[in-house]
């Protein structure tokens, strides 16, 4: 059964040349020793080139040579036993037959051509946005033409480093893959595909074609959740660190972070350092509400994220306030404490009737309570956290001077020449100034001061304070007594004998100290031996007859 569509040219050339063998050698010429050549013997050209085929007979009356191809052809030449043509634009593999006939004897000869072509596409087909470590990666490499394709070879790269190879296959396109298992340090990586056609068994070469590069990204997300640190509650317009952090990521650096509090997005700040990343913000809550922060990170395409809620709360007061910050003396004061709904406020100690209600005070004012302090605390409790906040405010009393009895001596008896302090003090508001004055002179006594007391420092002094608020006046006696003659004659004389007493002493001392160091000369013209001191300096000699 014939198949039906049209004949490839190729199958016509082999049908004829296989009838020529068969049909047209005549009997007993088969192994005669004349050949015919066909040249060049099985060459191998690029596509669409041109060629230059010789059929040459080694027969000395060889005639009717021709070349049988199905490529366009064209005689450029003949002589004696050889006949030459020019084959135009070779574009495929096929099978030239040679013939001609010697002494009546037909005779054949045939060469094969391979066309070489190299590939039109070689593109390594796009990478994945991010690659997950740890996971395969397919690497795709597509090639387009390329002959022949036993000769063709795939090689799937990282940068130098060849990851695999593999033929190309009959497919058009063709397509290589290779599996990968991504690791970090190909990350940033560029990953290709290269063909190699092989001809250098046919005397050509190694012709290699590469597709551009394309870059790989890997990236390691783990599988905790990020840190976020936020307080469980804080006060409306009141701002408060935010803070999240992850570690393990890879590379952290190029990891998204994303901080908000509830539909407002935060500014953060972010900051990677090796595997760990870091983003911190503040935020702040505009009104009394639970809200819920939300810390996203995204790698690639994984993203990770933790959820806080935080309720915010309003702590408004306590507020203290004075009616008369400066009362006068004998006037009534009203001390208030208030704060804000859910606050319960104490003052000096006494709680208001109920949170949300203020408390009072109410003082008659006196010079006591000049500079007094009152305190007021106010508490809220939040998540059953008990938030405590003071105010304090001190009352000014405006009273007139007073010159304290206690510590301002009405009799004073002091000794001549000797240093005392007047320690007389005024107490009033404004500060009064306080003078002592001596009765009918105006020589005035130093007060709070120390000074030498003198015999005629004797007398009565006024002692006065005055302020805008009034006049206070104390009377002061001093009695200032002479030294006794008597006592300091004795006292004289006490000195003096103790005095030669510490003399005598010191001679009785020196006499001792020098009895022990004495030396004595024993004299030769006496037959007494006086003895007689010698002076410390000399040395010690003895005469002897």
């Given at each position: 059964m014939m198949p039906s569509g049209p004949v490839p040219r190729a199958c016509w050339t082999s049908f004829i040349s296989l009838l020529l063998v068969c049909c047209l050698l005549p009997p007993g010429t088969q192994g005669q020793e004349f050949h015919l050549r066909v040249e060049p013997q099985n060459p191998v050209v690029p596509a669409g080139e041109s060629l230059l085929v010789n059929c040459s007979i080694d027969c000395p009356n060889a005639e009717l040579i021709s070349l049988e191809t199905s490529l366009l052809k064209e005689s450029v030449g003949s002589g004696l036993g050889w006949a030459a043509f020019h084959l135009s634009s070779v574009t495929g593999d096929t099978q030239l037959l040679c013939s001609g006939f010697c002494s009546g004897s037909q005779m054949i000869g045939f060469s094969n051509i391979t066309v070489y072509r190299f590939p039109e596409r070689v593109e390594l087909a796009p990478l994945p946005r991010w690659q997950p470590v740890g996971e395969n990666l397919i690497l795709h490499c597509v090639v387009s033409g390329g002959a022949p394709r036993d000769r063709l070879t795939v090689v799937l790269l990282r940068?130098?480093?060849?990851?695999?190879?593999?033929?190309?296959?009959?497919?058009?396109?063709?397509?290589?893959?290779?599996?990968?298992?991504?690791?970090?340090?190909?990350?940033?990586?560029?990953?290709?595909?290269?063909t190699e056609l092989d001809l250098r068994s046919q005397g050509l070469g190694l012709f290699q074609n590469s597709s551009d590069p394309r870059k790989l990204r890997t990236f390691a997300m783990p599988m905790t959740r990020p840190r976020l640190v936020v307080p469980h509650f804080s006060e409306v317009e009141t701002s408060w660190p935010v803070n999240c952090t992850l570690d393990g990521l890879f590379p952290a650096s190029e990891a998204q972070v994303q901080l908000a509090l509830g539909d407002q997005m935060l500014n953060a700040t972010v900051v990677s350092h090796n595997n760990t990343l870091t983003a911190t913000a503040t935020a702040k809550a505009e009104q009394e509400s639970t809200q819920e922060i939300v810390c996203n990170v995204t790698l690639g395409d994984v993203s990770r994220e933790t959820r806080e809620k935080v309720k915010a709360y309003s702590f408004q007061g306590p507020n203290l306030t004075l009616r008369e910050p400066n009362a006068t003396e004998g006037t009534t004061v009203t001390v208030t404490c208030a704060a804000g709904p859910r606050v319960q406020v104490t003052l000096d100690g006494v709680p208001a009737a109920a949170p949300g209600q203020p408390a009072h005070l109410q003082l008659n004012a006196t010079a006591k309570d000049d500079r007094r302090t009152f305190f007021c605390n106010a508490t809220l409790e939040v998540h059953g956290v008990i938030l405590h906040r003071n105010r304090s405010v001190q009352l000014r009393v405006l009273y007139g001077p007073k010159i304290d009895r206690d510590k301002c001596p009405q009799r004073l008896t002091w000794k001549d020449r000797t240093m005392h302090i007047l320690q007389c003090q005024a107490r009033g508001n404004p500060n009064p100034k306080l003078q002592c004055l001596r009765e009918g002179s105006m020589f005035k006594l130093p007060v709070g001061i120390p000074f030498l007391v003198m015999l005629n420092y004797s007398g009565t002094y006024y002692c006065r304070a005055a302020s805008s608020r009034g006049t206070d006046i104390l009377t002061v006696m001093m009695d200032v007594q002479g030294r006794n003659p008597t006592a300091i004659t004795i006292a004289l004389a006490l000195l003096t004998i103790l005095g030669l007493v510490i003399l005598a002493a010191a001679l009785l001392y020196v006499f001792g100290v020098q009895k022990r160091h004495d030396i004595y000369h024993v004299r030769q013209s006496s037959t007494q031996m006086p003895l007689e001191p010698k002076q410390p300096d000399e040395a010690v000699a003895l005469e002897l007859s």
């Open positions: 940068e130098e480093e060849e990851l695999g190879r593999q033929p190309v296959g009959k497919g058009e396109p063709a397509e290589v893959t290779v599996r990968v298992l991504a690791r970090r340090d190909h990350h940033g990586a560029n990953f290709s595909c290269r």
